[in-house]
């Protein structure tokens, strides 16, 4: 059975960073890995994706500059470094990992496994 949890979220003033993780087990190995983010009310979206083949990654437009995604295939861990954090960022950010290739998936309903999600508070 497939597992994903989070750690890193927290309480951070705005402009400030936080690391975010996700270490998998049950299986080790994930064409793709990503991070979402969900408030109150909305729905999840994307925030930013990697590929295990060299490492690619994709972002959603509005975390361009400020997010990187990375990821560690040997342990089965991604990342996602936050920086210049704004209130905007306030959410529960979740892991997610595809068992399939595909296109630079960024919806909810292409990635198969899930983590329980962190909280990220960012206060201004």
């Known amino acids: 059975q497939v597992h994903l949890v989070e750690s890193g979220g927290g309480l951070v003033q705005a402009g400030g960073s936080l690391r975010l993780s996700c270490a998998a087990s049950?299986?080790?190995?994930?064409?793709?890995m990503g991070w979402f983010r969900q408030t109150p009310g909305k729905e999840r979206e994307f925030v930013a994706g990697i590929s295990e083949s060299r490492g690619s990654a994709y972002y959603a437009d509005s975390m361009k500059g400020r997010f990187t995604i990375s990821r560690d295939n040997a342990e089965a861990t991604v990342y996602l470094q936050m920086n210049s954090l704004e209130a905007e960022d306030t959410a529960v950010y979740y892991c997610a990992a595809r068992a399939a290739w595909g296109t630079r998936p960024a919806r909810v309903g292409e990635y198969d496994y899930w983590g329980q999600g962190t909280q990220v508070t960012v206060s201004s």
């Open positions: 049950g299986r080790t190995f994930f064409p793709y």
